[in-house]
């Protein structure tokens, strides 16, 4: 049954017979495609053609459509191409591939300068639209927030403590880690260098300070970002994806308060608890390097640490963290409902969710730095 | 074009798949329980079953998907449990399979869904790919001005169709539908239907359709096997079904749709 296919060429005359021999079947693609390519280059001044397929002994789509192709190319004006000795078995498969037109190409972009251009154009452009999506969003937010204020029947909080669960209490152990080895990197490299001054004790100044109104918050939000604000996204765009978000809203609920609202609420109160532990870990963490490293005894490190930092410090730090948690689970949700229906559309949008929330949570730390300086805080 | 005498064009009977004592196990609760089953050379074989009977459960585990506690799964009478992975894969070229969402690739046009199993084991031209591309939609009933759609651009009829054509691309001899027809309107249900019919005489398939559909079981399939309790309850044509007098049978093919269906 699996010969290898042939091609024969029988000259009459100016006539001309084709003879197909074998299997004419996928698996022998390659080789048919090649010997019908060969025979196509035959056209040209003959008064008749057949192509006699009477001794092929299978045939599938791309036996009989590579018999088709050659039989059109080898018409020409008045003189037809004629496909002989076809089996009753096989008649309808050729009769099937005679339909085939020609293939439309494929769309393929060109890439271009001006292409690129314009492609960073319409980017730059598009900051603003991010901009405003995430402000609808922080509206929507609040209004479906209002609502549940006037009706706290509706408020889920089986939802919101799910989600808590997930984004709190799973995400201590790698939080407590991180920052612990943090804070011990901070004063191994503090000892270091200012052991050379014979400022070995300024180092519990510069942890404290750097980890209750720096570190602390801003590792937490980014690592926050990069763990809950992608699942939020992923979460959200498959759920486009099935349609399942369009099923919430024909049912008469608002997605916003049942999808986003608990998400958010657990990320506000999540971020500031992880913060503060975090804060302590490092310090922990620290204030052990700096016994064993440094020599600095735990209670030395204590008394200097009361007196380098005051609860102002403290409060600097953990009032940011709501906010950066706002800013994540804004731009995760918002990320998350731009998904589109493709596999693809959800990688890129849960990569911006995690880029975008990372930047917003980097630039609202400055601000609140210009802020808190002028305050004086 | 001259018309010689009709001649089958395959040996009327022969197991293409041989299914022996499957015991399927998720957990504690048993599915499939010693099942045996074979489905002929070029028949269309509907398979039917109160839903969670395990049908689907059948399909993937004979292509694989679903592990096996026991038994064996012969397919082109190659035992797939012993087989070395090249004879493995050798057979996956053989078959085609059309998932009951369709499972089209979300980021690949049609075009590129259609064409991904051609090009990863043919070494063939972007030409002949193309107009393979073309003669399987045109197979499917679909029109060429599709294959550069996303298929998230695409109704579910459609996406079933190219699913179909997708499974068709290497001419498999053994294709396995799971509810073909779930999900369409009964004029497209009724279409693919002819679809499936059309596809098996002209590129001699075998068939193993999973299906809820009386109508397709009237129109379109030579045999009936049904599953229930984790084993084949009765298998036969559409007259042993309507003779058998197990109550499942009774119901299902005596119920008010089966008697709307028969007329």
Request: glycine letters at 10%; proline letters at 4%.
């Amino acid at each position: 049954m699996n010969a290898e296919p042939t091609l024969e060429r029988i000259p009459r005359g100016n006539a001309l017979a084709l003879c197909a021999t074998g299997s004419w079947t996928a698996g022998f693609a390659p080789r048919l495609e090649r010997l019908v390519t060969e025979a196509e280059k035959l056209a040209g001044g003959r008064s008749s053609i057949s192509i006699d397929v009477s001794q092929v002994s299978k045939l599938d789509t791309f036996g009989a459509w590579l018999i088709e192709r050659l039989r059109r190319s080898l018409t020409e004006g008045e003189m037809e191409a004629r496909i002989a000795g076809l089996s009753v078995n096989y008649a309808s498969l050729v009769e099937e591939v005679r339909l085939v037109k020609a293939a439309p190409d494929a769309e393929t972009p060109t890439v271009t300068i001006s292409g690129m251009l314009a492609q960073i154009g319409k980017t730059v452009a598009g900051i603003s639209g991010t901009v405003i999506g995430l402000i609808d969003m922080l509206g929507a937010v609040l209004v479906a927030s209002g609502r549940i204020l006037i009706h706290p029947r509706s408020f889920r909080l089986t939802s919101t403590v799910h989600h808590l669960e997930q984004v709190c209490w799973r995400a201590v152990p790698i939080i407590v880690l991180i920052t612990f080895l943090i804070g011990c990197i901070i004063s191994q490299q503090g000892i270091f260098h200012f052991r050379r001054f014979g400022a070995d004790i300024f180092v519990v100044d510069m942890l404290g300070v750097l980890v209750l109104r720096e570190i602390g918050v801003l590792l937490v939000a980014i690592m926050v970002a990069g763990r809950s604000g992608s699942a939020y996204t992923a979460e959200l765009g498959s759920m486009k994806m099935r349609e399942e978000i369009d099923a919430l809203r024909t049912m008469g609920f608002d997605p916003i308060e049942v999808l986003i609202l608990p998400r958010m609420l657990a990320l506000v109160i999540a971020l500031p608890i992880l913060a503060f532990l975090g804060a302590m870990a490092a310090l922990y963490g620290g204030g052990l390097v700096a016994w064993l490293y440094g020599g600095i005894d735990p209670e030395a490190f204590l008394l200097r640490l009361r007196d380098a930092i005051s609860i102002d410090h403290f409060t600097v730090g953990i009032v940011k963290a709501p906010v950066m948690a706002a800013v994540i689970g804004i731009v995760a949700c918002v990320e998350g409902l731009a998904v589109q229906g493709s596999a693809e559309s959800l990688g890129q949008h849960t990569t911006a969710s995690v880029v975008k929330g990372i930047f917003f949570v980097i630039v609202m730390d400055g601000v609140f730095a210009i802020f808190f300086a002028s305050i004086g805080m | 074009m001259t018309q010689p005498a009709p001649t089958p064009i395959l040996a009327p009977v022969e197991a293409i798949i041989r299914v022996r004592d499957i015991t399927v196990q998720f957990g504690k609760t048993r599915v499939l329980d010693g099942l045996n089953l074979d489905v002929r050379r070029g028949e269309i074989l509907g398979f039917v079953g109160p839903s969670g009977a395990g049908k689907s459960v059948l399909t993937r585990t004979i292509i694989g998907l679903v592990p096996k506690v026991s038994g064996s799964i012969e397919v082109f009478g190659v035992d797939l449990d012993a087989a070395s992975t090249s004879a493995r894969r050798a057979v996956e070229r053989r078959w085609g399979i059309l998932f009951q969402q369709g499972a089209l690739f979300s980021s690949l046009t049609v075009r590129q869904n259609i064409q991904f199993p051609v090009r990863e084991y043919l070494k063939v031209s972007q030409r002949l790919l193309d107009e393979i591309m073309v003669a399987k939609l045109g197979m499917v009933g679909l029109r060429p001005e599709v294959a550069d759609r996303f298929p998230s651009e695409l109704s579910g009829g459609m996406i079933k169709r190219v699913a179909l054509a997708r499974a068709l691309a290497l001419d498999p001899e053994l294709v396995f539908l799971d509810e073909p027809t779930s999900g369409l309107d009964p004029i497209g249900a009724g279409d693919f239907d002819e679809l499936v019919r059309t596809l098996q005489r002209t590129l001699g398939l075998t068939v193993f359709m999973v299906t809820h559909d009386l109508d397709s079981l009237y129109t379109a399939c030579d045999r009936i096997a049904v599953l229930g309790n984790g084993k084949i309850i009765a298998a036969g044509s559409m007259a042993d079904m309507q003779a058998s007098q197990h109550p499942w049978l009774r119901q299902y093919f005596h119920g008010k749709r089966a008697r709307a269906v028969m007329g």
